[in-house]
């Protein structure tokens, strides 16, 4: 069985197109409430916090608990996916994913609450981290099934 080629342009193309979009929802949405602006900085630096509160509220909203838990790890998912396709092979393991989506998250975070589009929230950066984890082995697969040239 022959393997199918995608181009790399059409990674990069993806990839930007994906990020904007991504920057789109996180800082200008307005049915994320990104065009109101919050009062203060607001945070939550406790791990697991907000994770286990939507885990809790799921039966009673579940909309929120989709919003929140799997969106931020969907959110995130063609970051891990897409990337290393773009990256050097030496770079295209977990270990350096898992860093460079952390990375990317904790920028979004810290930006969020600078400009007060959105609150600092450590759990958001542990979801984002797993959707980019995710997103990572379904590179692997795809790695497998096609050949980038």
Do not use: W
């Not at 909203?61 to 990337?83: D, E, H, T």
């Not at 930006?111 to 929230?121: A, E, K, N, S, Y």
Request: hydrophobic content about 50%.
């Amino acid at each position: 069985m022959r393997k199918k080629r995608i181009g790399i342009g059409l990674i990069r193309l993806l990839f930007v197109v994906y990020l904007g979009c991504l920057l789109y929802f996180l800082f200008l949405s307005e049915y994320f409430g990104r065009t109101e602006r919050i009062a203060g900085f607001q945070y939550n630096l406790q791990p697991f916090r907000e994770i286990s509160r939507y885990v809790r509220l799921r039966r009673v909203l579940p909309q929120l608990f989709a919003v929140n838990i799997i969106g931020n790890v969907a959110a995130f998912l063609p970051f891990g996916l897409l990337l290393p396709f773009l990256l050097p092979k030496r770079m295209r393991r977990l270990p350096v994913i898992f860093f460079l989506t952390y990375l990317f998250s904790l920028g979004v975070e810290c930006t969020q609450m600078l400009t007060h589009v959105g609150i600092f929230d450590l759990d958001d950066i542990i979801l984002n981290t797993l959707g980019g984890i995710l997103g990572y082995f379904g590179h692997l697969i795809l790695r497998k099934l096609t050949l980038i040239s």
